[in-house]
Structures are given as structure tokens and as C-alpha cells.
């Protein structure tokens, strides 16, 4: 069993930034993607960044591109999500997952979740 454990959230201003992690129990196998994920109170679960573990590649949606960077420490077993630029509508839990590349998040590795509050 692979446990994750994300932290790193809390409240900032407008145009501020965080840094979030995410810390594996055991080893990432090579051929797994991390992620994260965000859900604010009454909306669908929203993809926001991935980074592929052996390679780097990653991936943003939209809304975040070139405000938040995903980057992991392989050493460490750790990603991370930098967070900058924040607007209120970025106010949400953020959680991170671990699945094998070709599969679905939803049968991978989640953690608990930390809650990023944006203020205006």
C-alpha cells in the first residue's frame, strides 16, 4: 500500500503564493504519474497539474498554466506544487495522486487533502 500525505496549504492574499507537497511512503515506481487535484464546496473534483515520475514531462489545465508548477525530488519521494499569481476562484481542497501511467486516477493512490483559502 502506497501512502501519500499532502500539506502545505493555508490562507494568503490575492497574488501570493503557496508551496504544497506530497510526501510517498515508499518508493514511486518508475512508470507512475503524480498529480493534483482540486475541489472547491459544490463542484466537481478539477484536475490542475501531473508530472510523469521517470521523465518530468508535465502536464497544467488551462486555469493554471503558467501561474503553478508541478516538480517532484525523486530522492525524497516528494512533489511539490508552487503555487503563484493566486486568485480567490483557486480557494479549494487541493489532494495528490499516484496511479501507474495508462490508468486511471481513479484507481490510483489519494491523499487526504489541504485546504488552500485565497483572500481578495
Known amino acids: 500500500q502506497v501512502n501519500l500525505v499532502d500539506s502545505g496549504g493555508g490562507l494568503v492574499q490575492a497574488g501570493g503564493s503557496l508551496r504544497l507537497s506530497c510526501v510517498a511512503s515508499?518508493?514511486?515506481?518508475?512508470?507512475?504519474?503524480m498529480g493534483w487535484f482540486r475541489q472547491a464546496p459544490g463542484k466537481e473534483r478539477e484536475f490542475v497539474g501531473s508530472?510523469?515520475?521517470?521523465?518530468?514531462?508535465?502536464d497544467y489545465a488551462d486555469s493554471v498554466k503558467g501561474r503553478f508548477t508541478v516538480s517532484r525530488d525523486s530522492a525524497k519521494n516528494t512533489m511539490y506544487l508552487q503555487m503563484n499569481s493566486l486568485k480567490p476562484v483557486d480557494t479549494a481542497v487541493y489532494y495528490c495522486?499516484?496511479?501507474?501511467?495508462?490508468?486511471?486516477?481513479?484507481?490510483?493512490?489519494w491523499g487526504q487533502g489541504t485546504q488552500v483559502t485565497v483572500s481578495s
Open positions: 495522486a499516484a496511479t501507474p501511467e495508462l490508468t486511471s486516477w481513479h484507481s490510483g493512490y
Open positions: 515508499g518508493r514511486i515506481l518508475s512508470n507512475y504519474v
Open positions: 508530472i510523469t515520475w521517470i521523465s518530468g514531462r508535465t
